[in-house]
């Protein structure tokens, strides 16, 4: 590697961290934000929570940021007149571009280890996080004047009012407890005047003062009973329900990955569920070099044709940008829909590849250079034209 490519890698490299830093990071706490109740959430389990989001963040980020910065730098070589001079040193375009590939590729490798090893090593810390969240009786997670769900075994507390930070006011807690073997339900409804959070996270329940108890087994039998104090735990935290005994595809290492393909593809939805998984493992990280592959095309066949290369290049990282975000959004569609239309997303990349290779040929580029050369003022670039077009136009119209 020549002292040239050398400072092109390092400029490269510099302005890649720079930008998806720059612009992951306020995305990733925003997401944080929103996900997590912070209040709500121990130094325990923020710290996992922030691990998982921000592989997310970066998985998906990465291969679009990544391309923009490359086309922005190579768009200040341009412009500055770097490539034209590498160029008459006798330098091939694929020499050229040879540094903004070393570049992509190392993306591409981070991209591979982001989603094979530590996105699903941090997917497991949100799951289990949401998890316990959905089950905790957290005061800081539950709104006065509304029916507040707890877990999904038919629980609901409602207050009218917090009185301090562990303290509700004007208590009403219904409970529904199922008996399969004898295809019966029991139905507790609690009032209490005050109720008092007591516990950890993840383990908490409601001391409940000066209140009744209404247990309904069928519309003929109701039982009331008056208390003064009584100690209400929800049914969560009874037989080891606050630890999930199940795995979702994004949480599997990547051989649990491929080796639940066969019973993934027995059901339409786990089916969908796993092609979209795989698409986001094995695809999304490519998207780093085939992004950059065709925004520096794009560049070198554009780029030479006007002076104002600045927007040439905001226009190309916009372009890479949409075209980006068209390919995420096929592929969390193809987990709603169908698996089948994965091959939509690959033919997609196939041909954002291909025109990049047909750009980078030398055909598509001489003739449009002979189509600009054979019209009236060949020495005139496109923006001069339109410019000139306009100024007469201008000229032509009489002034009132």
């Given at each position: 590697?020549?002292?040239?490519?050398?400072?092109?890698?390092?400029?490269?490299a510099?302005?890649?961290?720079?930008?998806?830093?720059?612009?992951?990071?306020?995305?990733?706490?925003?997401s944080?934000?929103?996900?997590?109740?912070?209040?709500?959430?121990?130094?325990?389990?923020?710290?996992?929570?922030?691990?998982?989001?921000?592989?997310?963040?970066?998985?998906?980020?990465?291969?679009?940021?990544?391309?923009?910065?490359?086309?922005?730098?190579?768009?200040?070589?341009?412009?500055?007149?770097?490539?034209?001079?590498?160029?008459?040193?006798?330098?091939?375009?694929?020499?050229?571009?040879?540094?903004?590939?070393?570049?992509?590729?190392?993306?591409?490798?981070?991209?591979?280890?982001?989603?094979?090893?530590?996105?699903?090593?941090?997917?497991?810390?949100?799951?289990?996080?949401?998890f316990?969240?959905?089950?905790?009786?957290?005061?800081?997670?539950?709104e006065?004047?509304?029916?507040?769900?707890?877990?999904?075994?038919?629980?609901?507390?409602?207050?009218?009012?917090?009185?301090?930070?562990?303290?509700?006011?004007?208590?009403?807690?219904?409970?529904?407890?199922?008996?399969?073997?004898?295809?019966?339900?029991?139905?507790?409804?609690?009032?209490?005047?005050?109720?008092?959070?007591?516990?950890?996270?993840?383990?908490?329940?409601?001391?409940?003062?000066?209140?009744?108890?209404?247990?309904?087994?069928?519309?003929?039998?109701?039982?009331?009973?008056?208390?003064r104090?009584?100690?209400?735990?929800?049914?969560?935290?009874?037989?080891?329900n606050?630890?999930?005994?199940?795995?979702?595809?994004?949480?599997?290492?990547?051989?649990?990955?491929?080796?639940?393909?066969?019973?993934?593809?027995?059901?339409?939805?786990?089916?969908?569920?796993?092609?979209?998984?795989?698409?986001?493992?094995?695809?999304?990280?490519?998207?780093?070099?085939?992004?950059?592959?065709?925004?520096?095309?794009?560049?070198?066949?554009?780029g030479?044709?006007?002076?104002?290369?600045?927007?040439?290049?905001?226009?190309?990282?916009?372009?890479?940008?949409?075209?980006?975000?068209?390919?995420?959004?096929?592929?969390?569609?193809?987990?709603?829909?169908?698996?089948?239309?994965?091959?939509?997303v690959?033919?997609?990349?196939?041909?954002?590849?291909?025109?990049?290779?047909?750009?980078?040929?030398?055909g598509?580029?001489?003739?449009?250079?002979?189509?600009?050369?054979?019209?009236?003022?060949?020495?005139?670039?496109?923006?001069?034209?339109?410019?000139?077009?306009?100024?007469?136009?201008?000229?032509?119209?009489?002034?009132?």
């Amino acid at each position: 590697m020549t002292t040239i490519d050398r400072y092109f890698v390092r400029r490269l490299a510099v302005a890649t961290i720079a930008v998806t830093a720059g612009f992951s990071g306020p995305i990733i706490l925003v997401s944080l934000i929103n996900q997590f109740p912070l209040i709500a959430v121990s130094t325990t389990l923020l710290w996992p929570a922030l691990y998982g989001i921000s592989c997310m963040i970066l998985l998906h980020s990465m291969p679009a940021l990544v391309p923009g910065a490359i086309i922005w730098v190579y768009g200040q070589f341009l412009a500055d007149g770097t490539i034209v001079t590498m160029y008459m040193a006798g330098r091939s375009a694929f020499a050229v571009k040879m540094p903004a590939i070393i570049v992509s590729l190392i993306a591409v490798a981070a991209g591979y280890g982001l989603s094979c090893h530590f996105a699903p090593d941090s997917a497991k810390y949100i799951h289990d996080l949401l998890f316990v969240l959905r089950k905790d009786l957290s005061p800081d997670l539950l709104e006065a004047g509304k029916f507040n769900q707890i877990g999904r075994d038919g629980q609901v507390i409602f207050f009218e009012r917090k009185v301090d930070g562990n303290r509700i006011a004007k208590v009403f807690i219904r409970q529904v407890e199922s008996d399969d073997e004898q295809n019966t339900s029991v139905e507790r409804t609690y009032i209490a005047e005050h109720g008092f959070f007591q516990g950890i996270q993840g383990s908490r329940w409601v001391v409940l003062t000066e209140g009744t108890l209404f247990i309904t087994k069928n519309e003929d039998d109701i039982r009331k009973v008056d208390f003064r104090e009584f100690y209400w735990h929800p049914t969560a935290y009874f037989g080891g329900n606050t630890v999930r005994h199940y795995k979702i595809f994004d949480e599997m290492t990547t051989t649990e990955f491929l080796e639940s393909r066969d019973a993934a593809m027995a059901e339409p939805r786990p089916a969908r569920e796993w092609v979209r998984e795989a698409a986001k493992r094995f695809l999304v990280p490519l998207l780093a070099l085939i992004h950059t592959v065709f925004g520096l095309a794009l560049l070198t066949l554009f780029g030479a044709m006007t002076e104002r290369r600045g927007y040439i290049t905001s226009l190309l990282n916009g372009l890479v940008i949409l075209l980006h975000a068209l390919i995420i959004i096929l592929i969390e569609i193809v987990g709603q829909l169908h698996a089948s239309l994965i091959w939509a997303v690959a033919a997609l990349l196939c041909l954002e590849l291909g025109a990049a290779i047909l750009m980078m040929t030398a055909g598509p580029r001489y003739l449009l250079q002979s189509y600009l050369d054979n019209l009236e003022l060949p020495r005139i670039r496109l923006f001069e034209r339109i410019e000139l077009f306009f100024s007469d136009r201008a000229a032509d119209t009489p002034s009132r």
